[in-house]
């Protein structure tokens, strides 16, 4: 990050001598560049694509870091976070498991600079994470910048010309309403060999519709396919022998990739298995599609339990004592979604959070509000450039 700030500087200077240049928006990861902006006396901001816990986990970081003996994986209490449920030290972000690690020693300085910035961007919304949220909108603890729940956004539309004649669409198109488990880990999850299996067998046993992308095993990482949208092999192989003869009709599988947006938002599409990364909850959110959670890596297990244990729209398989998740259980968990009372409750609570979703991104929403009041500072710095 050091590298970029010498230019960063001569891009700001330019925009600085040829415009009203009031504000530096950053990513996370690039949250040192906050002293670039007070250089040049403008105001700095960090879209936080994540969740309120996990912006409040960073924000405690530095603190936590100094207080807590030992890794957080051995923690015997849980750690709690202002508004939010507790999470086992075991279920926070993969980076800060080790802090021995350069990975965390990253993160501890990427929280620290959080402090330095005039405000944070919070991709989340009051109704959804209502605890967390008024906490941090609070003025409490001292240090704190001032958060903007913005959210949820997310990608919606066609941007691909491909994607409108996806054979995963048409296949949805012929399949019953809200009747078809989407199955997906993202851009980046991985299953191990043993496990793909299972989840196949267990697909297989429920009985229920379903599609699923699937890719390549990795028996050494979760996150084997970060930023690839290819699998590295073909996944078919790695797959039950006539697995796939015996769900056609009912189930439908596709290598790599399926336009993830546009399956949510299909009338067929009824539940969702996916390994909780906050942009693909907020989808389902918005499209009011109820979760399994099959958390991987990064901070998807505190996802995970925002979703399960506090907003609880969402179901969690539980695994073996070999860390693999048995068929028979990814039966039982697809089953309940798809089919029993627990699942009925989950719907029911996913299209009211679904409605809510809509409204605070309104006009007179509580995040369009947030939006408003944001640029509101921003103009009073315009003028006071001018």
Not at 189 to 207: M, N, P, R, V, Y
Not at 214 to 237: C, G, I, Q
Not at 274 to 295: A, R
Not at 324 to 353: D, N
Request: charged residues 25%; proline residues 6%; hydrophobic residues 40%.
């Amino acid at each position: 990050m050091k590298v970029l700030l010498s230019p960063l500087r001569e891009v700001i200077k330019s925009l600085k001598a040829s415009s009203k240049l009031v504000a530096l928006v950053l990513d996370p990861f690039g949250a040192e560049a906050f002293r670039v902006a007070k250089e040049f006396d403008i105001l700095s901001y960090i879209f936080f694509p994540g969740s309120a816990m996990v912006l409040w986990f960073s924000l405690e970081l530095p603190n936590l870091g100094k207080t807590v003996l030992g890794e957080f994986r051995d923690m015997k209490e849980p750690i709690k976070l202002p508004g939010c449920v507790p999470v086992q030290g075991r279920d926070l972000m993969d980076p800060v498991q080790d802090q021995s690690d350069d990975a965390y020693k990253m993160v501890l300085n990427q929280s620290k600079s959080f402090h330095f910035v005039d405000g944070i961007m919070l991709n989340s919304f009051l109704e959804f994470e209502e605890g967390a949220i008024q906490a941090l909108l609070k003025e409490e603890p001292a240090g704190k910048p001032a958060v903007y729940p913005v959210g949820p956004l997310i990608r919606i539309g066609m941007t691909n010309p491909v994607e409108e004649s996806c054979e995963c669409l048409n296949w949805l198109d012929n399949q019953p309403s809200k009747s078809v488990l989407f199955v997906s880990f993202g851009s980046g999850g991985t299953l191990s060999c043993d496990q793909i299996k299972e989840l196949a067998f267990g697909l297989e046993l429920s009985g229920q519709r379903f599609l699923w992308v699937v890719r390549s095993p990795n028996n050494e990482k979760s996150n084997a396919s970060y930023l690839s949208v290819e699998s590295f092999e073909d996944p078919f192989p790695f797959l039950p022998k006539g697995f796939v003869e015996k769900v056609k009709g009912r189930g439908l599988v596709v290598p790599s990739w399926a336009p993830q947006a546009q399956v949510l938002s299909h009338g067929s599409t009824g539940g969702f298995l996916s390994h909780c990364g906050w942009n693909s909850i907020l989808e389902s959110v918005v499209h009011g599609v109820p979760l399994i959670v099959w958390p991987l890596y990064a901070e998807q297990k505190m996802n995970a339990v925002i979703v399960t244990e506090s907003v609880k729209v969402a179901l969690r398989p539980k695994e073996s004592g070999n860390e693999v998740v048995s068929c028979e259980e990814v039966s039982r968990v697809v089953g309940s979604l798809m089919e029993g009372e627990e699942g009925k409750r989950i719907r029911k609570t996913m299209e009211e959070l679904k409605e809510a979703a809509a409204k605070t991104l309104g006009e007179d929403g509580c995040s369009s509000k947030a939006l408003s009041k944001l640029v509101d500072n921003w103009k009073k710095g315009s003028i006071s450039c001018s």
